[in-house]
């Protein structure tokens, strides 16, 4: 038992568990598993009533073997690279990178992505990629000629807000009313207790559930939205009793939750 404490980066807790599990898998399974937030074993403990029959036919790592097989590569790294390109980038990074630039008038670009460049990096071996511990390694070969060692060494940082402290403290109230155990029954998709004990393992400190609170909840806010009629913003409302954490989640889960949709 690893108790989440929070951390950030390569010394996330969070990130060392799913690296684990993703370990005994193979090349394709451990890439789902990596990017998955609940792999097919946990959707059918999760899901109930005919959401299960719908899984018998659900088969992620046959469609992420055909995707590995499309990239005509027999490396690894090339065929994880090329899923990212055709998958990853497009269907999730990318038009949440445009969503919310565009929201807060901002002009995002991606020079890496040039179609050429992009061409040209998938001639490049696979060793001159990932060298021992060093990733990026060809292009921070590059960099050294142009920027300082302090920006080459950085550690990456990406888009991520706290979710997993603000689920624990001033979004808790909001997380616990919109997946209250009898409004996950009504809506007919969850097992109530299965989400209750995601939330007890993620507000005790047991695990990092952020990704899965997070999913449960924008899916709550979608069917009140779409099978119920309910504005997301009446529904966040319904679910606060007032207070900072109601002026948290108006200002930041809203404004998340509303630019999803478009």
């Not at 403990?45 to 659900?58: A, D, R, S, T, W």
Request: net charge positive; with cysteine; glycine share 6%.
């Amino acid at each position: 038992f690893l108790p989440d404490l929070g951390g950030k980066g390569r010394f996330s807790v969070a990130r060392l568990r799913r690296f684990v599990c993703s370990a005994e898998r193979n090349p394709c399974g451990a890439y789902l598993r990596l990017l998955s937030t609940f792999d097919t074993d946990e959707l059918r403990q999760l899901l109930v009533g005919n959401c299960v029959n719908e899984l018998k036919h659900f088969a992620p790592e046959e469609l992420m073997a055909k995707t590995f097989h499309e990239s005509g590569s027999e490396s690894v790294l090339n065929q994880m690279m090329f899923a990212d390109v055709t998958g990853y980038l497009p269907g999730d990074l990318l038009p949440l990178t445009d969503r919310m630039s565009m929201t807060h008038s901002l002009e995002v670009r991606v020079p890496f992505l040039d179609h050429e460049l992009l061409e040209f990096a998938a001639s490049i071996p696979p060793e001159m990629k990932i060298r021992r511990l060093t990733k990026k390694y060809i292009l921070k070969k590059v960099g050294a000629k142009l920027l300082p060692k302090k920006i080459l060494r950085k550690e990456k940082r990406g888009f991520s807000v706290p979710l997993s402290f603000w689920f624990r403290n001033e979004l808790r109230n909001f997380v616990e009313k919109q997946l209250a155990p009898e409004r996950v029954a009504k809506m007919g998709y969850f097992d109530p207790k299965k989400v209750s004990a995601i939330l007890r393992e993620h507000f005790s400190f047991r695990a990092n559930h952020e990704n899965k609170i997070w999913g449960l909840v924008v899916f709550a806010l979608w069917h009140d939205l779409y099978m119920r009629g309910i504005p997301c913003q009446e529904s966040v409302s319904y679910a606060h009793d007032g207070g900072n954490s109601n002026s948290l989640a108006h200002g930041t889960l809203g404004k998340r939750v509303s630019s999803s949709e478009e």
